[in-house]
């Protein structure tokens, strides 16, 4: 089974400054269709998760351009260029190559 | 608009069962993959069930397997989560949530969830 690793566990941001999450899985997300199955989301305080990243480094609709996603096979990163004080929340990365599994999470705050 | 509304939540005892129901409208639900996600209090968000567009598919977290039942009605509209004996640990709020094979191949849209707790 794939396991999920997410890093740090929280973050203390500046408003205006970039912030930067890791994810790492222990078997490489890469379908044999050429797409890799790793997939970033928020969640906002007393919200539901919402999708910012697909496949690996595509912006959901909606999602601002401050969001960036990248990185292949085991390890991605989640950039945002300049965070705002709407970006506090956690946020996951998940897997969905094999049953769908998410990393543990990172605290985002302020 | 797009929506899933989830219904069935509440107090059960250890043992107990409830049946979570999740209302979706504003797609074509019957030609999607649709999914349980859980999030026990503080905790991070875990996959529980999915099942696919025309229910004949199903799979489950091994926490959960042999005890819950994901069903679907195309007809409603409604993607079901039958829990039986039911263990303090099953307590979370249950996302009902949409998986997009089509473009996101993610999950894009997801209920406000029910709380399900389970104590004596």
């Known amino acids: 089974d794939i396991v999920m690793t997410q890093s740090p566990l929280s973050l203390s941001v500046t408003p205006g400054e970039p912030a930067s999450i890791s994810c790492r899985s222990s078997?490489?997300?890469?379908?044999?269709?050429?797409?890799?199955?790793l997939d970033w989301y928020l969640q906002k305080p007393g919200q539901p998760p919402q999708l910012l990243i697909y496949l690996g480094s595509n912006r959901a609709s909606g999602v601002p351009g401050r969001f960036s996603g990248s990185g292949s096979g085991t390890n991605f990163t989640l950039k945002i260029s300049r965070v705002e004080a709407e970006d506090v929340g956690l946020y996951y990365c998940m897997q969905a190559l094999q049953t769908p599994l998410f990393g543990g999470g990172t605290k985002v705050e302020i | 608009e797009v929506q899933l509304v989830e219904s069935g939540g509440g107090l059960v005892q250890p043992g107990g069962s409830l049946r979570l129901s999740c209302a979706a409208s504003?797609?074509?639900?019957?030609?999607?993959?649709m999914h349980w996600v859980r999030q026990a209090p503080g905790k991070g968000v875990v996959w529980v069930s999915r099942i696919n567009s025309d229910g004949s598919t199903t799979s489950y977290a091994d926490s959960v397997k042999g005890r819950f039942t994901i069903s679907r009605d195309n007809a409603k509209n409604t993607l079901y989560l039958q829990m039986n004996s039911l263990r303090v640990e099953d307590t979370a709020v249950y996302y009902c949530?949409?998986?997009?094979?089509?473009?996101?191949?993610?999950?894009?849209?997801w209920g406000q969830g029910t709380m399900v707790t389970v104590s004596s």
């Open positions: 078997q490489s997300l890469v379908h044999k269709n050429g797409h890799t199955y």
């Open positions: 949530v949409h998986y997009d094979s089509s473009a996101y191949h993610a999950f894009d849209i």
């Open positions: 504003g797609f074509t639900f019957s030609s999607y993959w």
